[in-house]
């Protein structure tokens, strides 16, 4: 699936296509360069879920915790870890497997580790204000 998007006004709408298209998927990642707006669309996302709390990025602590009305929401920023073990460490077995809703920055630093399904996001930059979404399940 495939939506352009061309401001941020439009993020509402795509996060609610992204909750449709996922369906009873819980694992989401998410990929784009730097700056393509991954963390305001999980903002938006977290909305979309019923997530009442504040949401920000988890870049220094790893991961975020969330309560929505079907349960936990987990949202992950791998950016920073240097190494494989900061996520074992981390005890990513209980999110990734544990039945809450994972939201994954930066997957590509523990691709090893990922389940065997999820939800694909990926946010390409077409200009500054223009987004192209692709959703897939993988």
């Known amino acids: 699936m495939e939506i352009e998007v061309n401001s941020l006004a439009d993020l509402p709408a795509v996060a609610q296509q992204l909750s449709d298209f ?3 998927q819980k694992i989401f990642i998410f990929e784009g360069d730097m700056g393509a707006g991954k963390t305001t669309f999980i903002k938006i996302f977290c909305a979309t879920l019923g997530v009442a709390d504040v949401v920000s990025s988890p870049t220094y602590s790893i991961v975020n915790e969330y309560e929505s009305p079907s349960g936990s929401v987990f949202h992950f920023d791998f950016y920073r870890i240097k190494d494989i073990r900061e996520a074992y460490d981390l005890g990513y077995e209980e999110y ?3 039945g809450g809703i994972c939201l994954i920055e930066w997957p590509e630093r523990v ?18 204000n223009r987004r ?3 959703f897939s399940k993988v």
Do not use: C, M, T
């Open 22 to 24: 996922a369906g009873d």
């Open 96 to 98: 990734f497997y544990g």
């Open 111 to 128: 691709e090893e580790l990922l389940p065997e399904n999820f939800v694909k996001v990926e946010i390409n930059v077409l200009d500054e």
């Open 132 to 134: 192209l979404f692709r």
